[in-house]
């Protein structure tokens, strides 16, 4: 059949201007923007938490497939081929051998990544996914501030050889988590991946101060910047051109405006 040029129309990530760095992609849509508001509100229990949570990864995860994932041509028949010769799709899409590992970062990170992990095995072929598991929280001091990474143990599965790491854990507050996941990765775990990716859908700066330092190669994908401590001159800046004014934690390191302790709303353990 004849090749349709649309079927080969490069695509582009919608994302906001920011100063953050090339590896930053923070997400410009009105309608994943008012889905993360709702989110954000005291009024919004479960079931409707995972609901609106499902309705934001997908469109993370949609990003984040087009703009890692590389493409094949492929000519697959419809269900017209029977009445039709013209009946088959020829043309891009995302390439169906890519290895992917998702990584499950308990408990904010347990819906997400499970999320994520049925849609791979939808889009590609299941058995190159896998989901990998740590069972990890904040260290606290008695004054409530962050001081670490509790990590309880984890399940890893295999190597990530060529493999898409995948780390969607909701929240990107101070990234202390996250360092330490990547830094396991990186050390711990047999395999060089084609790409580590954080899916998170609120930031802050010391978060991407943090990671970008840390892990200057690792692509972050965000819903929402929030720098709701910033100066008001600050805040009517272009996001990132004064990082080191730019603040979104508390004290306590909990983003604002954030949307609470999303570990604990998303499973009713108020712990």
């Not at 990082?243 to 979104?248: A, L």
Request: some cysteine; proline content about 5%; aromatic content about 8%.
């Amino acid at each position: 059949m004849a090749r349709d040029h649309s079927y080969f129309a490069p695509h582009h990530v919608s994302e906001i201007e920011h100063q953050y760095g090339p590896n930053v992609h923070i997400l410009s849509s009105p309608y994943i923007r008012t889905l993360l508001a709702k989110f954000g509100r005291e009024q919004i229990v479960q079931p409707t938490l995972n609901i609106i949570l499902e309705s934001l990864y997908a469109g993370l995860m949609a990003e984040v497939v087009n703009h890692v994932m590389p493409l094949e041509e492929v000519s697959w028949d419809t269900r017209m081929k029977g009445l039709s010769e013209a009946g088959t799709y020829q043309g891009q899409v995302i390439d169906q051998s890519t290895k992917v590992v998702t990584v499950d970062l308990a408990r904010a990170g347990i819906f997400p990544s499970h999320l994520c992990f049925q849609n791979m095995c939808t889009l590609l072929e299941p058995q190159n996914i896998r989901q990998d598991h740590f069972y990890m929280q904040r260290k606290v001091n008695e004054q409530g501030e962050v001081i670490g990474v509790d990590v309880a143990g984890s399940k890893i599965g295999g190597d990530v050889e060529d493999a898409v790491v995948l780390f969607p854990d909701p929240m990107g507050a101070t990234g202390g988590s996250l360092c330490y996941a990547l830094d396991y990765y990186k050390k711990e775990v047999v395999g060089t991946p084609k790409k580590m990716v954080c899916m998170q859908i609120l930031i802050t700066p010391e978060f991407v101060k943090r990671i970008t330092k840390e892990h200057p190669e690792v692509e972050i994908f965000a819903l929402r910047m929030d720098r709701g401590l910033s100066s008001q001159e600050v805040l009517d800046s272009v996001p990132g051109s004064n990082i080191e004014q730019e603040r979104g934690l508390t004290e306590i390191q909990y983003i604002v405006p954030g949307a609470g302790g999303v570990g604990e709303i998303l499973n009713n353990s108020f712990v």
